[in-house]
């Protein structure tokens, strides 16, 4: 079964670095997404990716974020100055229709960000 | 705005007996609904989803959900635990492109 990948799974960096989390997604899939979980906290909804340009994005999503589809297959999340308050465990999620089709979003399995 | 509700951070039951694991939304429209399973240290594993279809959905090991839009009610059940059903379960419902979580419910499963 097709599966969404990340990497790293673990990262860790110091408060005020740049840090770039990357995913793959299901390779026919055309919509993406980026979530995040605060330890022990529900999964919060960051920003979705389509077409080049993104379609909807939470109010978490501040300018230090960014994200971008360097390829045909890569989609990033950008933090350019991280805080302590972004640790966090961050999810990729994919679709192959858009918000009026009930498509299942796959996610993959996480990359877990510890800024120190 | 849309919610989602999750009545009871965490629940425990025994081996065998019912799991029942509360969800409610609040949408002007029903929306699409979803239960996720999170293991530890794991991503979410999509357990099964309301499409409107069916008001009764099955998903996998088990589990079920009926959607009650006069309730706007959610629940997911399963007749008889597992030990290994022991995780984090997360309700959730998909408006527009982002998909909104309940807080999670976490399923504990005693021997």
């Known amino acids: 079964e097709p599966e969404v990948t990340q990497t790293p799974s673990h990262q860790v960096t110091q408060m005020g670095q740049e840090v770039i989390l990357r995913c793959v997604p299901i390779?026919?899939?055309?919509?993406f997404y980026w979530y995040r979980q605060i330890l022990g906290q529900k999964v919060e909804f960051l920003v979705s990716f389509y077409n080049n340009e993104i379609s909807e994005k939470s109010e978490i999503f501040d300018d230090q974020f960014s994200v971008e589809r360097p390829d045909g297959s890569n989609f990033t999340l950008k933090i350019r100055s991280t805080k302590l308050e972004d640790s966090a465990m961050y999810f990729c999620a994919s679709t192959f229709s858009g918000p009026s089709a009930p498509d299942t979003q796959y996610f993959g399995p996480g990359t877990r960000l510890t800024v120190l | 705005a849309q919610s989602v509700t999750q009545l009871g951070s965490h629940v425990s039951v025994s081996e065998g007996a019912l799991v029942l694991l509360r969800c409610n939304y609040s949408?002007?429209?029903?929306?699409?609904l979803f239960w996720y399973v999170q293991y530890p240290n794991q991503g979410l594993q999509l357990l099964l989803k309301y499409t409107s279809a069916a008001t009764l959905v099955k998903g996998i090991n088990g589990f079920e959900a009926e959607f009650k839009k006069s309730e706007t009610s959610f629940h997911l059940t399963k007749p008889s635990a597992h030990m290994s059903d022991a995780a984090e379960y997360f309700c959730?419902?998909?408006?527009?492109?982002?998909?909104?979580f309940g807080a999670g419910t976490r399923l504990f499963v005693k021997a």
């Open positions: 959730a419902a998909r408006g527009g492109f982002k998909t909104i």
């Open positions: 390779s026919n899939h055309l919509y």
């Open positions: 949408s002007s429209v029903p929306p699409y």
